[in-house]
């Protein structure tokens, strides 16, 4: 299984980005994705998910109405469009795939529930 995700910059404070995540080996129609983020010297954090059919999704509060979460199953991606973004929005975004009891807009999953990870693409948003 391969995930890879691409799409990360440098962007100044406002400005929008495109995460995209490519998945093979894996039935990706099967899969409900995530992405987190990670900052110097924080913990991993829930940023977004997607329901394998795409009818549910999840955001963290603090990008909701900034950052969509999509996917295209036929391509085999999911996809994570940032505007408006903001410094605290720095950091190492990866993408994941998992099979979740539930996505749901209350409830942040856990960096446990996804068994397989990208690698990461750095975000980083100048002031």
């Known amino acids: 299984v391969q995930l890879q995700a691409s799409g990360g910059g440098l962007v100044q404070a406002g400005g929008s980005l495109r995460l995209s995540c490519a998945a093979s080996g894996l039935t990706f129609s099967s899969y409900d994705m995530g992405w987190f983020r990670q900052a110097p010297g924080k913990e991993r954090e829930s940023v977004a998910a997607?329901?394998?059919?795409?009818?549910?999704?999840y955001y963290t509060d603090s990008v909701k109405g900034r950052f969509t979460i999509t996917r295209d199953n036929a391509k085999n991606t999911v996809y994570l469009q940032m505007n408006n973004l903001k410094p605290e929005d720095t950091a190492v975004y990866y993408c994941?795939?998992?099979?979740?009891?539930?996505?749901?807009?209350?409830?942040?999953?856990?960096?446990?529930?996804?068994?397989?990870w990208g690698q990461g693409t750095l975000v980083t948003v100048s002031s």
């Open positions: 994941a795939a998992g099979r979740l009891a539930v996505v749901s807009t209350t409830r942040a999953p856990s960096v446990n529930e996804f068994g397989y």
């Open positions: 997607i329901r394998w059919s795409g009818g549910s999704t």
